[in-house]
């Protein structure tokens, strides 16, 4: 799987769009941008996955760029409850073999009043 | 909530002992995954089952051990235990095997003692 750099910390003010960025610039063609978050000590949470077009649901927006060498997972209006670690994996959509999740260190997203 | 459960919660033993954590994946998911989250490693993947069969193995000592029974629940074994085993234990589920998209449980936090 494809390594990815995160920044270890960042702020957000709530009610403002939190942007996270992860860098992947060894990311291959059949492997797709996962985001998952986890807010303390609790499971780790799905948020978003896209190949190449930009993807939106009802948690978040991913925004990859054109080359794939990077993304950006957009909060649009971040709140409290999203205050966690925000994991950004590359890897196939599937694979056949088995699989599993390589979770970095990820970046700690503190939303304030 | 993601469908998934965990049980125990909380455990806490003494060194040598054995326990049995148990998880429930997601109605119609046949993919069990189990990740150990500790401090100073962070989220690691142990080993994965599909519909009974192991599939993927990660960095699982050779004291744990795993299997997934018919009705797809999955037990995760881990005998002669040492301080440094004490950890969040996660369990995750998806449809099929090798998936990107796993939905995760509560954990378990195993303290020993």
């Known amino acids: 799987d494809a390594k990815t750099t995160q920044p270890p910390s960042m702020d957000c003010a709530e009610g403002r769009a939190a942007n996270l960025p992860c860098n992947h610039s060894?990311?291959?063609?059949?492997?797709?941008v996962y985001w998952y978050r986890q807010i303390h000590s609790q499971g780790p949470q799905y948020i978003i996955h896209?190949?190449?077009n930009n993807e939106t649901n009802e948690m978040a927006s991913l925004i990859i760029t054109e080359d794939r060498k990077s993304s950006t997972l957009i909060l649009p209006h971040a709140t409290l409850r999203d205050t966690a670690v925000y994991y950004c994996?590359?890897?196939?959509?599937?694979?056949?073999?088995?699989?599993?999740?390589?979770f970095g260190e990820g970046t700690q997203l503190t939303v304030n009043p | 909530d993601s469908g998934v459960t965990q049980t125990p919660k909380h455990l806490i033993t003494a060194t040598g002992q054995r326990v049995t954590l148990r998880c429930s994946p997601r109605s119609g998911d046949l993919s069990v995954y189990w990740y150990q989250q500790s401090l100073d490693q962070g989220l690691q993947f142990l080993i994965q089952y599909y519909n009974g069969e192991e599939r993927a193995k990660g960095n699982i000592l050779e004291r744990f051990s795993a299997q997934q029974f018919p009705d797809l629940h999955s037990e995760l074994n881990l005998s002669s235990l040492e301080l440094g085993d004490s950890a969040l234990y996660f369990c995750?589920?998806?449809?099929?095997?090798?998936?990107?998209?796993?939905?995760f449980g509560p954990g378990t936090r195993l303290t020993v003692l």
């Open positions: 060894t990311i291959s063609g059949n492997e797709y």
């Open positions: 994996i590359v890897r196939p959509f599937q694979e056949t073999s088995g699989s599993r999740l390589t």
């Open positions: 896209g190949l190449k």
């Open positions: 995750a589920s998806s449809v099929e095997t090798g998936a990107g998209t796993q939905y």
